[in-house]
Structure formats: structure tokens, C-alpha cells
């Protein structure tokens, strides 16, 4: 079993920060892409965020860019997401999303149960 835990997300105003952590555990062989993912209120589809590989190749959203960065500690499995100068529109349930192996080459896409996130004006 698998299962990818977020946490971090919460009520902050207009301008402020957050931190968002995703710990991967249970049996892992490998993990390769890791990143984040949200869903608008009333959003029809979840929308990426933010991505990393297990090298630390990144890639972001237009929206994000130069306002969040995505990072991960691959001894921990965990990802994180540093939101700054959060707007009203970044109001979402975040979800962390993995590819993991549990034995050899093969790989599957794991999500975490979502954290909100509320911005307020």
C-alpha cells in the first residue's frame, strides 16, 4: 500500500504565504515525477500546479511562475510547495501527486486526499 499525505494548507490573506508538504509512504520501490495539482471551486477538472523529477527538473504552471516553488527531499519522499504573494484565485483544494514504482520498472499515479487552501481579499 501506498499513500501520499498532505498537509500545511489553511486560511491566509491576500499577500501572505504558505507551505504545502506531501510525504509518500508504504511500499516504495522508486519514485520518479512528483508535484501538485488543484481544483478551483466550481473548477470542472484539476489543473497542475507545479511538477519536479526525481532529478529536480521543474515545471510550473504560467500563473505560478515566480510566485511558488516546488522542491523535494527524496530521502523523505516528501514534496513541498512554497506558495508566495497568494491571490484570492489560488483559493483550491491542493492534491500532491506521485509516480511510484512498488516493485520494478513499472509505475502508477498516487494522489493524496487534497488540503485546502483559502485566500482571503
Known amino acids: 500500500q501506498v499513500q501520499l499525505v498532505e498537509s500545511g494548507g489553511g486560511l491566509v490573506q491576500a499577500g501572505g504565504s504558505l507551505r504545502l508538504s506531501c510525504a509518500a509512504s508504504?511500499?516504495?520501490?522508486?519514485?520518479?515525477?512528483m508535484g501538485w495539482y488543484r481544483q478551483t471551486p466550481g473548477g470542472k477538472q484539476r489543473e497542475l500546479v507545479a511538477e519536479i523529477t526525481s532529478g529536480g527538473s521543474t515545471n510550473y504552471a504560467d500563473s505560478m511562475k515566480g510566485r511558488f516553488t516546488i522542491s523535494r527531499d527524496n530521502a523523505k519522499n516528501t514534496v513541498y510547495l512554497q506558495m508566495n504573494s497568494l491571490k484570492p484565485e489560488d483559493t483550491a483544494v491542493y492534491y500532491c501527486?506521485?509516480?511510484?514504482?512498488?516493485?520494478?520498472?513499472?509505475?502508477?499515479?498516487?494522489w493524496g486526499q487534497g488540503t485546502q487552501v483559502t485566500v482571503s481579499s
Open positions: 501527486a506521485a509516480d511510484i514504482s512498488v516493485a520494478g520498472p513499472d509505475e502508477y499515479s498516487y
Open positions: 508504504g511500499s516504495i520501490f522508486s519514485i520518479n515525477a
